[in-house]
């Protein structure tokens, strides 16, 4: 399958700013999605974003795409406590097959 | 409220035996998907299916197989369990087509011993 990369880990503080990157390698994607998994718990999608689009906002919310350098971020403004778990980019392949990133756990600290 | 069922949150097996881990949806979804989750790994597609009977093999198949008899069913096999093989079961499903979502079961913990 396609690789689709992250970093492992991110700290921040409560209230600060979060920034979790992507890079994917699949131009032909028509969507890409990023999903939460939080503790003992499976995926949930959090936001998603055509590939035709280069920005999507929803709410604290806020993904870049940048086709080119086949590059997607994701943005959590003023980020609490409780969005501290395991975040993944994932791209789509064939009937809607996913690919996933490796994941990267955010840490929020009071 | 849609849901996708993994019959077992904590499973335990030994070495050489055959295990079958069940997936459940209540969405008439078209598509079904078993992934395994390893640290530093991300999730990992084992097999796919997108209908009844039908089966893909994903990236990593060897000493898999699947089953899909009903379309609400897709249950994965380990045929003879070894150590590693010890790993985080996810199950998916999503729509066939202009779908935009893969919704997940909870996960099965599966530890070979």
């Known amino acids: 399958g396609e690789d689709v990369e992250q970093s492992l880990f991110l700290s921040v503080r409560e209230g600060d700013s979060s920034v979790i990157n992507c890079t994917y390698t699949?131009?032909?994607?028509?969507?890409l999605y990023w999903y939460k998994q939080e503790p003992g718990a499976g995926l949930q999608l959090l936001t998603y974003?055509?590939?035709?689009?280069d920005m999507k906002q929803d709410q604290r919310l806020t993904v870049l795409l940048n086709k080119k350098d086949k590059h997607l971020s994701l943005r959590i403004a003023d980020t609490q406590t409780g969005d501290s778990a395991i975040y993944f980019c994932?791209?789509?392949?064939?009937?809607?097959?996913?690919?996933f990133g490796t994941g990267t756990r955010l840490l929020v600290s009071p | 409220d849609v849901k996708v069922t993994q019959s077992s949150r904590y499973l335990v097996k030994r070495t050489g035996e055959k295990v079958f881990l069940e997936c459940v949806q209540d969405m008439d979804h078209e598509n079904m998907f078993w992934y395994r989750q390893d640290p530093g790994l991300g999730l990992r597609l084992i097999y796919f299916?997108?209908?009844?009977?039908?089966?893909e093999k994903g990236d990593i198949p060897e000493g898999y197989s699947v089953s899909r008899e009903k379309k609400e069913r897709f249950s994965l096999i380990l045929e003879s369990a070894s150590t590693n093989q010890t790993s985080m079961y996810l199950c998916?499903?999503?729509?066939?087509?202009?779908?935009?979502?893969?919704?997940f079961g909870q996960g099965t913990r599966l530890t070979v011993v």
């Open positions: 699949d131009s032909s994607s028509t969507y």
């Open positions: 299916s997108y209908d009844v009977k039908m089966k």
């Open positions: 994932a791209e789509n392949e064939s009937f809607q097959k996913l690919v």
């Open positions: 974003i055509f590939s035709n689009m």
């Open positions: 998916a499903s999503s729509l066939g087509h202009g779908g935009t979502e893969a919704f």
